[in-house]
């Protein structure tokens, strides 16, 4: 039970991390260097989170994301950067909190955990890709807001429940899954929408 928890714990957080890597860190580490949570024997590795410069870097990072997210399409510009940056550091963060694991292990967790962040990624960039097609900037701000409530809700499950936020993250990939498609079909609509109103109208058309 106790190895189940620590994976779920692990995937856990490298699915948050997919959506949010700074501020996953970031609250992490306040929440460890200031004692606000008190962590179990198995995931003492997790301590080095609570470093202040590991913390201050994270929030730094964590600040210029939560400006650039707000920005229609810097924000897709920004996921775009970050996706080789988001599955890497939640793997990292998958193989910390299992401490120090056989190599063989190492790998299977890392390849289980970049894969979960790199889903939750790509969730997040598709979401933001569709909102952008939208005329209006504040789709971006309450998306933004919402994952920021989600990543600190999330980590706060983790914590008391970590089996049942992974139960919940799983749930929500899938639904992801399901729902791509049509994600896809009204992206491909807008985009092509807004290039019909972007052509220029023929002027040797009569007027009847």
């Given at each position: 039970m106790e190895k189940l928890d620590l994976l779920a714990v692990a995937l856990g957080l490298a699915a948050l991390a997919g959506v949010n890597l700074y501020l996953t860190v970031f609250a992490t580490?306040?929440?460890i260097h200031f004692h606000w949570i008190t962590l179990a024997p198995q995931y003492q590795s997790l301590e080095i989170l609570g470093n202040p410069w590991i913390i201050s870097i994270a929030g730094v990072l964590y600040?210029?994301?939560?400006?650039?997210?707000?920005?229609?399409?810097?924000?897709?510009?920004w996921d775009a950067v970050h996706t080789v940056i988001r599955?890497?550091?939640?793997?990292?963060?998958?193989?910390q909190v299992l401490g120090h694991p056989s190599p063989a292990l190492t790998v299977i967790?890392?390849?289980?955990?970049?894969?979960?962040?790199l889903v939750?990624?790509?969730?997040?960039?598709a979401t933001r890709l569709a909102s952008n097609t939208s005329p209006e900037p504040f789709s971006n701000i309450g998306l933004s807001l919402g994952e920021d409530a989600a990543v600190l809700g999330g980590l706060t499950l983790v914590h008391f429940a970590p089996l049942l936020a992974l139960i919940i993250f799983l749930i929500a990939i899938g639904v992801f899954f399901y729902f791509a498609r049509r994600l896809l079909r009204s992206i491909k609509g807008r985009v092509g929408a807004r290039k019909k109103l972007d052509e220029p109208v023929d002027r040797n058309v009569s007027v009847q």
């Amino acid at each position: 039970m106790e190895k189940l928890d620590l994976l779920a714990v692990a995937l856990g957080l490298a699915a948050l991390a997919g959506v949010n890597l700074y501020l996953t860190v970031f609250a992490t580490g306040l929440a460890i260097h200031f004692h606000w949570i008190t962590l179990a024997p198995q995931y003492q590795s997790l301590e080095i989170l609570g470093n202040p410069w590991i913390i201050s870097i994270a929030g730094v990072l964590y600040l210029l994301e939560f400006f650039a997210d707000k920005i229609p399409w810097v924000d897709s510009i920004w996921d775009a950067v970050h996706t080789v940056i988001r599955p890497i550091g939640g793997a990292l963060l998958a193989i910390q909190v299992l401490g120090h694991p056989s190599p063989a292990l190492t790998v299977i967790v890392a390849l289980l955990a970049g894969g979960t962040s790199l889903v939750a990624h790509t969730a997040k960039a598709a979401t933001r890709l569709a909102s952008n097609t939208s005329p209006e900037p504040f789709s971006n701000i309450g998306l933004s807001l919402g994952e920021d409530a989600a990543v600190l809700g999330g980590l706060t499950l983790v914590h008391f429940a970590p089996l049942l936020a992974l139960i919940i993250f799983l749930i929500a990939i899938g639904v992801f899954f399901y729902f791509a498609r049509r994600l896809l079909r009204s992206i491909k609509g807008r985009v092509g929408a807004r290039k019909k109103l972007d052509e220029p109208v023929d002027r040797n058309v009569s007027v009847q």
